[in-house]
């Protein structure tokens, strides 16, 4: 039923994209198809012979949907190329990758097992969502979201224990012990951990997390941390259908780019786009826009 529903999705917005091809005369024109996202999050356990959610009932039933989805996307970069002029620009691009999601870390229950928070009733853990057993009066950390860990900080949280002076230090020693961490075969569970405020100099203080971390496959955040839940295992499994993720390490899974022109620039980024699509129409970048047009040369605009 879930991918009989998806191909009728798939086939109304192909049906759409060829009718916006043919009738596009000028200007930029931007379409998304969102199936291959959501494929991915709901059968990588079917192409992961080691994901512990597996069924063998269905052995390998399932095991090519994803590659389908692929061909399918190739087919419409196809239909693009075979539409559009020499002149004419073709960007394709997705801004994530993807991987399996077989185990879950509670960062939460980690904080508490390391001492950065503490509950009111130890005897209730894991049995309260949204932080509601939290002894904010103790706590000097919590994870919230699924890759975003804030400190308690004063002058921003309501109870905020951690001074301004101190939080670098904190965020220092986090950053160090969450990188030690090991599953019980002796994997690393996270990747990197990153400071905001050293790689989104320009985000919002009073709603950023601190700190950003990136799991290492096959791991990503636990279902319950990201309500602020703190049951007893640090690490579990993952038995649910939503067994491929994003949510893990950038640079492990990295997006894709495609486009018929020469890309100037060896490391290409999503903050990239913008400037090169003003480029290409001769615009000048505004002061206050990141990012490097990706090629230098400037499109004809398409007319009837």
């Known amino acids: 039923m879930f991918l ?5 999705v798939s086939q109304e917005r192909t049906e759409q994209y060829h009718r916006a091809l043919a009738n596009f005369r000028r200007g930029c024109l931007f379409f998304y198809f ?38 399918s996307a190739d087919q419409l970069v ?3 190329l075979d539409t559009i002029g020499d002149d004419d620009i073709l960007m394709v691009l997705s801004d994530h990758g993807f991987t399996t999601f077989r ?7 980690w904080l508490l097992q390391n001492g950065y928070t503490r509950l009111v009733n130890p005897a ?40 301004p002076s101190a939080r670098r230090s904190l965020l220092e020693e986090l950053r160090e012990k969450l990188l030690a961490v090991r599953d019980v075969d002796g994997s690393a569970v996270i990747a990197r951990v990153d400071a905001v405020q050293d790689i989104y100099p320009g985000a919002n203080p009073l709603v950023a997390p601190d700190l950003i971390v990136g799991y290492a496959p096959p791991f ?15 690490i579990e499994d993952n038995l649910d259908r939503w067994s491929g993720t994003h949510l893990i390490a950038a640079n492990l899974i990295p997006g894709i780019l495609l486009v018929n022109r020469k890309v100037m620039v060896d ?6 786009i913008a400037p090169t699509i003003l480029r290409a129409y001769g615009i000048s970048r505004p002061a206050h826009m ?4 990706l090629f230098s040369d400037v499109a004809t605009t398409r007319e009837a």
Request: neutral net charge; charged residues 30%; glycine residues 12%.
């Open 4 to 8: 009989a529903q998806c191909e009728l």
């Open 34 to 71: 969102g199936g291959p996202d959501l494929v991915q999050h709901m059968f990588w356990r079917d192409r992961d012979p080691e994901h512990p959610g597996r069924d063998p009932r269905q052995a390998d039933r399932y095991a090519d949907v994803i590659d389908k989805i692929y061909l």
């Open 78 to 80: 196809g239909d693009a």
């Open 103 to 109: 185990r879950g870390f509670n960062l939460n229950t």
């Open 124 to 163: 209730a853990q894991g049995r309260s969502e949204l932080f509601a057993n939290v002894d904010w009066a103790h706590a000097k950390a919590y994870g919230l979201g699924m890759n975003g860990l804030y400190v308690n900080l004063a002058g921003r949280e309501k109870h905020g224990l951690i001074k």
């Open 220 to 234: 990503r955040a636990g279902w319950a941390t990201v309500l602020g839940k703190m049951p007893r295992d640090q």
């Open 267 to 272: 490391d290409p980024r999503m903050t990239d």
């Open 290 to 293: 990141t990012g490097r047009a």
